[in-house]
């Protein structure tokens, strides 16, 4: 099972990114989806999820209003839109999929992860 991400790279502070991925292999149209981040130095955080069928998203504070979590069923692909990117923002992110069908915010609860892609906003 394989979940690649891409879309990451350079951005300036204010500036828009979106991130795509794709699984292979496998489709995960019954299982929730969710994106992760790690800045260097620090531990892996939650910054999306969203349920099965796309009716349930949620968001950490320090995201809400500027990241946007959507799917594709059809495609299986999952994306992430990212508006008004800070510094902070800076990390890899990584997709990942759930064992279950909702969304969640642990960690534990994903089973297969994308390799990360990179971003990096510029203040």
């Known amino acids: 099972v394989q979940l690649q991400a891409s879309g990451g790279g350079l951005v300036q502070a204010g500036g828009s990114l979106r991130l795509s991925c794709v699984a292979s292999?496998?489709?995960?149209?019954?299982?929730?989806m969710g994106w992760f981040r790690q800045a260097p130095g620090k531990e892996r955080e939650f910054v999306a999820g969203i349920s099965w069928n796309g009716e349930i998203l949620d968001y950490p504070d320090s995201v809400k209003g500027r990241f946007t979590i959507s799917r594709d069923n059809a495609k299986n692909a999952l994306y992430l839109q990212m508006n008004s990117l800070k510094p902070e923002d800076t990390a890899v992110y990584y997709c990942?999929?759930?064992?279950?069908?909702?969304?969640?915010?642990?960690?534990?609860?994903?089973?297969?992860w994308g390799q990360g892609t990179l971003v990096t906003v510029s203040s």
């Open positions: 292999r496998r489709t995960f149209g019954n299982n929730g």
């Open positions: 990942a999929a759930n064992i279950y069908a909702g969304a969640s915010r642990n960690t534990n609860t994903y089973k297969y």
